[in-house]
């Protein structure tokens, strides 16, 4: 378990680190996303966090970067800079928007944290989606596609069931409290050790 100290930037990682991507998106679920990261370092994950664009004005960047010890990133790094973070072992994208979901599939690679995502897909890396949209969102036709096209690909959508089912539009805050992060880190950790 790790200790509430962040890591030192830019410490050296083990061969054996597990690393956790965890990507934020514009929807009401970000403003709590330290909750994932606090549960994931729990379990001796290194967390560093990706927000898109949008997702920057939802998040508080200040206490992630404290709690990670990493920058929380949300734009392209300048070529021949450095990264400041280490290479994900895994990605958790949490709550995930209608957005994210359908440029994903489509293999749009716009942000930063849709550039990791369609790579993610290439290099193998378990990646587990915990959605957060609305009903009518959900039926537009696009979105199963979508969907379809993600899981195909080996992507672990967590929709339905035990995992995140669609509210009416404007029920989204009552949603919150029983937002499943903890499934999404159950289902990343079995993803992980498949495959490490």
């Known amino acids: 378990m790790l200790s509430d100290d962040p890591p ?8 054996d680190a597990r690393v956790l991507y965890v990507v934020t998106c514009a929807t009401p679920a970000a403003q709590r996303v330290g909750t994932l990261v606090e ?32 920058p929380v990133r949300d734009d392209y790094k300048q070529p021949g800079t450095p990264d ?4 994900p072992t895994a990605i958790v994208v949490g709550g995930a928007s209608f957005n994210t979901i359908n440029k994903w599939a489509a293999g749009i690679a716009d942000t930063l944290a849709l550039g990791l995502l369609t790579e993610g897909i290439g290099l193998g890396l378990p990646l ?7 009903s009518a969102q ?13 899981r195909a690909a080996g992507v672990q959508i967590l929709l339905g069931g ?7 539009p404007g029920q989204g805050d009552e949603q919150l409290a029983d937002y499943p992060w903890e499934l999404a880190l159950r289902v990343v950790s079995k993803q992980r050790h498949r495959s490490g």
């Not at 959900?138 to 993600?150: D, I, K, Q, T």
């Open 39 to 70: 549960l994931a370092q729990g379990e001796g994950w290194t967390v560093c966090v990706i927000a898109t664009p949008k997702a920057t004005r939802f998040i508080d960047r200040p206490v992630l970067e404290a709690r990670t010890g990493y």
């Open 128 to 134: 587990v989606v915990l959605p957060f949209l609305n």
């Open 84 to 87: 400041v973070h280490p290479p």
């Open 138 to 150: 959900a039926a537009h036709p696009a979105f199963a596609r979508s969907v379809g096209e993600l």
């Open 8 to 15: 030192a930037e830019n410490q050296p990682l083990s061969t």
């Open 162 to 168: 035990e995992g995140f089912t669609p509210a009416e």
